[in-house]
């Protein structure tokens, strides 16, 4: 079976609830699915074939304190991630402005940067529009699967 890994960045709790929310729909798809909730980037390097990021943001644009240590070793590591596919949900507040999701897409374009190919688009799910995010995410996912044909025969 393939492995998808579901890497949450959280403040509050609502990335896990998304990621607890979704977990389903890949284990229907044919995957076995792990969430992280203190990721590494050996999670990311290592046996997944997919991975999915729920990561809401902080402050002023910030990744949350679960998700620093990872992102400061992603930095520092600097591993060639071209074989990676992946998803990203991004939490966030448009109240904040020009912050909105400012994690999910500083995320976004640092895997970028080390080669990591996102499949489909992120989806950014507005607080301010949206009182329970997997309310977005379920039908994003169910789109995201179909539309990159990662169901498993």
Same mark, same amino acid.
């Given at each position: ?7 949450? @960045?959280?403040?509050?709790? $609502? #990335?896990? !609830?998304? #990621? ?8 229907? =798809? @044919? ?6 909730? %203190? ?6 390097? &290592?046996? =997944?074939? +997919? ?7 902080? &402050?002023? &644009? ?9 992102? *400061?070793? +992603?930095? /520092? %590591?600097?591993?060639? +991630?071209?074989?990676? *596919?992946? $998803?990203?949900?991004?939490? $966030?507040?448009?109240?904040?402005? !020009?912050?909105?999701? @400012?994690? @999910?897409? #500083? ?10 190919? *996102? ?6 799910? !507005? =607080?301010? /529009?949206?009182?329970?995010?997997? !309310? ?6 169910? /789109?995201?699967? #179909?539309? %990159? %044909?990662?169901?498993? =025969?």
């Amino acid at each position: 079976m393939p492995k998808l890994n579901i890497l949450v @960045g959280t403040m509050y709790g $609502g #990335a896990i !609830d998304v #990621a607890e929310q979704v977990k389903p729909q890949f284990e229907d =798809a @044919g995957y076995t699915v792990a969430i992280l909730e %203190q990721p590494s980037v050996a999670d990311i390097t &290592g046996d =997944a074939d +997919l991975v999915l990021f729920c990561v809401s943001t902080t &402050g002023s &644009g910030d990744f949350p304190g679960n998700f620093v240590p990872f992102v *400061r070793s +992603l930095r /520092e %590591q600097s591993p060639s +991630l071209t074989s990676l *596919r992946y $998803g990203l949900i991004a939490l $966030g507040d448009s109240s904040y402005g !020009d912050t909105f999701c @400012g994690a @999910g897409r #500083a995320l976004d374009a640092l895997l970028e940067d080390h080669g990591a190919t *996102r499949l489909g688009e992120r989806l950014e799910v !507005d =607080a301010m /529009e949206t009182f329970m995010a997997d !309310d977005a995410a379920i039908p994003w996912v169910e /789109e995201w699967i #179909a539309g %990159q %044909q990662l169901k498993v =025969a």
